[in-house]
């Protein structure tokens, strides 16, 4: 499971010739590489920021993570990160812009101004979205009268680069307590086992399949013959894409959930998955005409707020 990422250089190169792999051969996706290219760019701006600076993930002790993970709860919801919110800032303020240009126009400048006038806690925010808590920050949003999808989008894009390096740490760990990588490979939820989304994508390499989260680039075993999403067995695997053949889909027959595989000869680079996960808009579009869907997150157990706010909108001011 442990894997390496390329260094951000040479993951931006493979990016690039990624975009314009998918530019030349769908036409139709041109505006939405455009705005991912300026997006991911900023954002490996943040990650080189974040390797400049004296932040480090927070280094959680085997044991815990053994029992946080034994007891099937995802790590980043039991182990409290420091984020160095100075950093992460800027960041926020010009990924509102990049979606304000980028067609999202005058509701990304609202979420900017809002924050820009401490209404809303970026702290509050971005802990929230580390820790996945959807409900609060649709909460929060609505209180401002922001829109719920955007200021959900703009955090999770902020905060990624956080959630990376903390999965990073954990999973590819050289000298990784032998208890850990069992409890790791152990690990037999659809969910990702350091954040807890849904994945992205499947990657299928010699029959195998590996979940990988876009959030935070985890990757974790699919059950065999099971739902990801509610585990029945009543999995379907759907013919290659025509035009597509090394990308097919699994649906279930119980739950209507589906996933996007894809063949692969080694693992996404984490910074590729979200271009993966756009290259195969047309199985996305297919999936719907077919009534399927991708699943919404799973809220995190109550108890898990760790920020203190008003009551029903934790990440406002
Ligand atoms: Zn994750
Ligand atoms: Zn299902």
Redesign the pocket.
Known sequence: MPRKDLNLEDSLQRAEARWCQIEADTPELAAAVTLQRSLVRRIAGLTEALEQSNWTPPDVEATAIVTTLSSSRALLHEHRVDLPIEILEPGLHDLCNILANGGAGDAARHVDHVIQEQRLSTTSLLNASLTRRQNDIRTGAIHLGLAPDLLWLVAELTVGPIAHEFQRVILTNDGMDSKVCKAINAWDHGTCLICGSWPALGECREGDITLRCSFCGAGWKLQEHA??????P??QHELPTPGQPSLQLLF??????YLKVVEVNEAIPSILLPIEDLATTASDVRAMERNLVRPPLPEAPLGESNDAGCAGSPITN
């Open positions: 739902c990801p999403y509610c585990f029945s009543e999995i279930c027959e119980a739950c209507r959930g």
